[in-house]
């Protein structure tokens, strides 16, 4: 299995450019979700995904939009960047079956807003 | 979901045990403590976690306190690859995914 996989892993955009950050997993996992890091803090929760066709806000959503057409791919779309979002991004997923689920995490997108 | 505090940093000897602590005071009974780790900018990895009995897997060993405000995340024989942040969240069981990450540890383990 190759796990979660992010692409791409480095990006620069300008202020205004829209962009979708790309997360597939392949554990067939039901839920989904984004987390933000800035420099030197812990990771916050965009957007997450409970399956296909169910989505739902985080802490920090704005912005930021999601869809979840498939149970393999989580893309998050970033409207109208701006330098606010630069940040590290993080995509994790994880199954609700059994008793805890530990969730997986992708090695992350580094997104610079200029 | 309750509120964890952490040191923001620990140094450890390589091959010594390194305990990092969690107080977790507004618990509810519900509420797991578990542990991610996040070696420089990777994604977090996860630990271990428990609800009131001390747990030990191939990694590490948790330590909840009977009145389950605080817990000790415990390597036995730190080494130099076990260097990362470490992150303390408590998590209701049917709360889905959603992790609260607050700023964790930072353990730096020295040759």
């Known amino acids: 299995n190759a796990g979660v996989t992010q692409t791409p892993k480095f990006q620069v955009l300008k202020t205004g450019q829209s962009m979708t950050l790309q997360c597939a997993q392949d554990?067939?996992?039901?839920?989904m979700s984004w987390y933000r890091q800035d420099p030197g803090m812990g990771l916050r929760l965009i957007h997450y995904?409970?399956?296909?066709?169910?989505?739902d806000q985080g802490e920090v959503p704005n912005g930021y939009n999601v869809s979840r057409s498939t149970t393999e791919d989580f893309p998050l779309r970033l409207l109208s960047a701006a330098p606010s979002q630069t940040s590290v991004y993080f995509c994790?997923?994880?199954?609700?079956?059994?008793?805890?689920?530990?969730?997986?995490f992708g090695p992350g997108t580094r997104l610079t807003v200029l | 979901d309750a509120k964890t505090t952490q040191p923001p940093s620990m140094d450890c000897a390589e091959g010594r045990a390194a305990n990092l602590p969690c107080n977790h005071s507004?618990?509810?009974?519900?509420?797991?403590v578990y542990w991610y780790r996040q070696i420089h900018s990777q994604g977090p990895q996860y630990i271990i976690h428990g609800l009131k009995n001390n747990e030990t897997n191939e990694m590490a060993s948790l330590i909840i306190t009977e009145d389950r405000k605080s817990s000790t995340l415990i390597l036995p024989h730190a080494t130099l690859r076990d260097t990362a942040v470490y992150y303390c969240i408590v998590k209701g069981y049917n709360q889905g995914g959603k992790l609260i990450f607050g700023q964790g540890t930072e353990l730096s383990v020295k040759p």
């Open positions: 554990m067939n996992h039901e839920y």
């Open positions: 507004t618990i509810s009974g519900n509420e797991y």
């Open positions: 994790a997923s994880h199954t609700i079956q059994g008793s805890y689920n530990e969730q997986f």
């Open positions: 995904s409970v399956g296909a066709g169910i989505t």
